[in-house]
């Protein structure tokens, strides 16, 4: 397996930001304006649909490496040949409001099948909130033994914040910072913290022992390329703040 020395580097000081633009967001210009907002904003890297076009854009426009999303293993092999550095299994949160569940079972095959596929690009893969807790930590230990090398929580699509402002934003975070907790304790590979992450919250997924966070919304829902940096920067200073003060 070879991983991109940047990432590693990141990963080994547990302050990772990847910035997600969408599995299903197909749009040229739009993603552009995020990657290109994730890099000036100081992100490790950047997440897009496992497309060629978009990939090989993103080569062109950004030195971030880059990750690409799919949920069927045929799509990430010509991903990596137009360049993708990375691959992921997932996100899924965008398809549970079309009524679709991902399994314990379907993300353990589609995981072997990608494996079988591409048996040395860095693999990483999303354990479905959908699963007890318990099912996901069980999960993820079967997906470390099947070839994956970062495993990604989410979570934010069930959680139904009763409050705004902070305490809204914790609320929103419970459910993926309880599997980062839960799974990285139980497996040996990064966890990346993902799905309903903001700048409140990134610390606190630091701090449960994920190596990092992947942050889509909170970033590629706003509307001009200076909110979208600035929204980068806030969480990549979140996450120098958790680690500082996990070093003093």
């Known amino acids: 397996m070879t991983i991109h020395s940047a990432l590693e580097r990141a990963f080994?000081?547990?302050?990772?930001?990847?910035?997600?633009?969408?599995?299903?967001n197909f749009d040229g210009d739009r993603v552009a304006a995020i990657i290109k907002a994730a890099e000036i904003g100081g992100a490790t890297f950047v997440d897009i649909a496992a497309?060629?076009?978009?990939?090989?854009?993103?080569?062109?426009?950004?030195?971030?490496?880059?990750?690409?999303?799919?949920?069927?293993?045929?799509?990430f092999v010509q991903a990596v040949?137009?360049?993708?550095?990375?691959?992921?299994?997932?996100?899924f949160d965008s398809f549970y409001a079309q009524g679709r569940r991902f399994e314990a079972e379907e993300v353990l095959a589609l995981t072997q099948q990608t494996r079988a596929l591409l048996p040395e690009i860095t693999l990483s893969v999303t354990v479905p909130h959908i699963l007890e807790l318990d099912q996901q930590v069980q999960l993820?230990?079967?997906l470390v033994k099947a070839g994956a090398d970062i495993i990604q929580t989410e979570g934010g699509t069930s959680s139904q914040p009763?409050?705004?402002?902070?305490?809204?934003?914790?609320?929103?975070?419970?459910?993926?910072?309880?599997?980062?907790?839960?799974?990285?304790?139980a497996v040996s590979v990064p966890v990346l913290c993902a799905?309903?992450?903001?700048?409140?919250?990134?610390?606190?997924?630091?701090?449960?022992?994920?190596?990092?966070?992947g942050v889509g919304s909170a970033i590629n829902?706003?509307?001009?390329?200076?909110?979208m940096i600035a929204a980068v920067r806030g969480l990549v200073e979140a996450l120098e703040t958790a680690n500082n003060r996990a070093i003093v």
Not at 12 to 24: A, D, E
Not at 56 to 72: D, F, G, Q, R, T
Not at 164 to 185: D, F, M, N, Q, V
């Open 221 to 227: 829902q706003l509307n001009s390329e200076v909110a």
């Open 12 to 24: 080994t000081n547990r302050r990772v930001l990847k910035v997600i633009s969408g599995l299903h």
């Open 195 to 213: 799905s309903g992450i903001s700048n409140v919250t990134a610390p606190l997924a630091i701090a449960a022992g994920a190596a990092g966070v």
């Open 51 to 75: 497309d060629p076009v978009l990939v090989a854009m993103a080569k062109s426009l950004i030195n971030l490496p880059v990750c690409v999303s799919a949920v069927e293993p045929e799509k």
């Open 140 to 142: 993820a230990e079967e």
């Open 162 to 185: 009763a409050h705004s402002g902070t305490l809204g934003l914790i609320e929103k975070a419970a459910p993926t910072l309880a599997a980062a907790y839960e799974i990285s304790r």
């Open 81 to 91: 040949v137009a360049g993708a550095d990375l691959i992921e299994i997932g996100n």
